[in-house]
T-cell receptor, first 112, second 114 residues
Framework: DAGVIQSPRHEVTEMGQEVTLRCKPI?????LFWYRQTMMRGLELLIY????????DSGMPEDRFSAKMPNASFSTLKIQPSEPRDSAVYFC??????????FGPGTRLTVT | AQKVTQAQTEISVVEKEDVTLDCVYE???????LFWYKQPPSGELVFLIR??????QNEISGRYSWNFQKSTSSFNFTITASQVVDSAVYFC???????????FGAGTTVTVRA
C-alpha cells in the first residue's frame, strides 16, 4: 500500500513568495496532521483535520499560514508570504482511529 | 498539559552493545497512549510502537523492547545488540485518549559505530 505522499520533497524560494505544500494521506485514514520540524523547536503540530474538517489549528504560527483539506485524499499547507524563519522540514501524517500516525517523507523548505 | 522528556540528547555505542533510551512523560489524563518513532538519516519518521496506559506489560519485538512503568511515568526503549542501521533519532510521544494530537519529546540521537 502507498504511504503518505508529500510534494515537493524540496522547495527553495525567496522571501515574500507564496509556498504551497501538498499531501495525500493513506487511503481510509480519517485524520491528517501537518507538523514542522526545526532544530530549535523540534517537532511541532501545526494543524490537524478529521474527516476533512480542521479540528485544532492552535499550532499554526501566524496568519501567513493556512491549510485546507478539500477532500479525503488531498491537503495543502500554504505560506504567504514566506519568510526565512519558515525554513524547516514540513511533515504530513495520517491516522485512522487507532491513533498511530504514519508520516510522509517530508518537504524541506528553504526560504532565502 | 502534556509533556514528554527525553533527557538523553545523544548516545554513542559500539555495534553489539545494548542501548536504552529514557522517556518520561506528564499528563493529567488517566488514559493515554505512548509511542516511539524512529527518524533515520534519510529523514522520514517511522512508527515503532503504541502502548496503552492501561496495559503495563512490557513488549519485545526482535531486538527492540519497551518497558512501561506507570508508577514512574516512564516508557523506556532498549535496543539489544545494536547495529549500525539502528543509528537514528528516536522520539517518544504521548497522546491522550480522545485527543489525536501527539506531543513529542526532543528526541535522542543514537549513533552505533562499527
Amino acid at each position: 500500500d502507498a504511504g503518505v505522499i508529500q510534494s515537493p520533497r524540496h522547495e527553495v524560494t525567496e522571501m515574500g513568495q507564496e509556498v504551497t505544500l501538498r499531501c495525500k494521506p493513506i487511503s481510509g485514514h480519517d485524520y491528517l496532521f501537518w507538523y514542522r520540524q526545526t532544530m530549535m523547536r523540534g517537532l511541532e503540530l501545526l494543524i490537524y483535520f478529521n474527516n476533512n474538517v480542521p479540528i485544532d489549528d492552535s499550532g499554526m504560527p501566524e496568519d501567513r499560514f493556512s491549510a485546507k483539506m478539500p477532500n479525503a485524499s488531498f491537503s495543502t499547507l500554504k505560506i504567504q508570504p514566506s519568510e526565512p524563519r519558515d525554513s524547516a522540514v514540513y511533515f504530513c501524517a495520517s491516522s485512522s482511529t487507532s491513533y498511530e500516525q504514519y508520516f510522509g517523507p517530508g518537504t524541506r523548505l528553504t526560504v532565502t | 498539559a502534556q509533556k514528554v522528556t527525553q533527557a538523553q540528547t545523544e548516545i554513542s555505542v559500539v555495534e553489539k552493545e545494548d542501548v536504552t533510551l529514557d522517556c518520561v512523560y506528564e499528563t493529567r489524563d488517566t488514559t493515554y497512549y505512548l509511542f516511539w518513532y524512529k527518524q533515520p538519516p534519510s529523514g522520514e519518521l517511522v512508527f515503532l510502537i503504541r502502548r496503552n496506559s492501561f496495559d503495563e506489560q512490557n513488549e519485545i519485538s526482535g531486538r527492540y523492547s519497551w518497558n512501561f512503568q506507570k508508577s514512574t511515568s516512564s516508557f523506556n526503549f532498549t535496543i539489544t545488540a545494536s547495529q549500525v542501521v539502528d543509528s537514528a533519532v528516536y522520539f517518544c510521544a504521548l497522546s491522550d485518549v480522545g485527543d489525536y494530537k501527539l506531543s513529542f519529546g526532543a528526541g535522542t540521537t543514537v549513533t552505533v559505530r562499527a
